[in-house]
């Protein structure tokens, strides 16, 4: 039942390509997670008003509705109101359309795990004279990074199920691969049961590492036992 | 921007929204009636009752469901000899049958994790006073543990019907005419592409904030003995 007749090497380009695209956006995401967990807690209501509107618009619009906005929106609309003609390429349409919606989970990560970083390490980074970069840098990042981690280790399990999507727009990554591979075997179920495997492989294997990342983040924890 | 297709297309993007709700609401009710036996099953002593919910939660919770969408739909082609013969095939050759299967057990796998996390969170103290008492078994289920375990879950659950209900648009991939189904093929007919992607997800922007209201107000219901009595009534 397994037989999928030579498409395997298929399969296997289109979860590089998956684990490619995953990795670029999750980048994006962190970054745009970084800044929008700034904007919400500044002090300036220009700042909080874009980070507000960013995380709840994007959180309550469907993912495909967005890629479908991004891919094939986009470039009619800056046709229509500056006629410039531009030709999204799926991989930098999907990587960055991903990027921006999982932006808004990892922003809410992040401002909870600035939160969670006691007031004193704050208190003693301002009465050390350190300027609001050098205590970003120094004392903050260091000890958000430990409390983002699981928050951030769940953006990414959704996020490498959410990279399934991109196959809508032609991007010839695992899912829309094991699509080739099904309507050219005649064997749909196998080839999607393949495929849903490999990405239960990859969960897993997201699991371990961020189970590893945690315990060494946590490495100058002192516990009870 | 061309606002005469979006108001055109008005009343098509509301019966697509209705087909969503409906699709959300079917989904999530069948979902929650599996979700319940499973998290029990989940949570029991017993490996031969706990491991295949759990292997079945894993599977739900790690592929991503536009597979599980394309298994179910075009996965069962493969096997139209067995199931014609045992009877079923008309279900599963029709694109709605097929979605809200798939939508089913895929909250089905959410909400029973979601409850197994509100049921370990019961105080052990709770379930020895209903023991105290004389409940067990069955009683104890339905009088103690499900009613507390479903307010330890509500948030967590709020959040899962707001996915499930985002989660529909991947229906209009096989063929159902729901908001992006509508949105996806009104707009590759007149090119209206911004236009009515913008209009869609402004409809699924107000059905979920529609959704959090409600399942907040029930929140706000379900704590009001956490409420300190306010002095002015």
Redesign the interface.
Known sequence: MMNIRGYGWLLWEGVRLTIAVGVFSMTIAVVLGLFGAWGKLSRSWIARGIAGVYTT?I????????I??VY???P??LL??ANITIDLNPFMAGVATIGFIYGAFSTEVFRGSYLAVSKGQIEAAKAAGMNRVQMFVRILLPQMWRFALPGLGNVWMVLI?????V??IQLPEL?RN??VA?RST?????C??V??LI??VI??VSMLIQQRAEVWANRGIRRAA | ?DIAIIQENIPRLLQGAAVTVELTAISVGIGLCLAIPFALMRVHRNPLLRMPVYVFN??FR???????I??IY??????QHFLTQIGVWTFFRGAWFCAILSLTLNTAAYTSEILRGGIEAIPFGEIEAARACGISGFLLQRRIILPKAFRLAWPAYTNEVVFLL?????V??ITIMDI?GV??MV?SRS????EL??S??VL??IL??AVLFVFRKVEYRMSGHLRSPSLVS
């Open positions: 618009v959180r309550g619009v469907p993912e495909l509705v967005i479908l906005l094939y929106g986009v009619t609309l229509d109101i199920k959410a990279t399934a999507l196959s809508v899912m094991a699509d099904a005649h064997k749909p179920f196998t999607y049961f495929a849903s990405y239960l969960t897993i | 921007m894993f599977y790690g592929t991503p469901l536009l597979v599980q394309f298994l075009y996965g069962s082609g493969q096997f985002q989660a529909t648009s991947l209009s991939i992006t949105a996806r707009a090119f209206a592409f911004y992607y913008i869609a997800a699924y922007l979920v904030y």
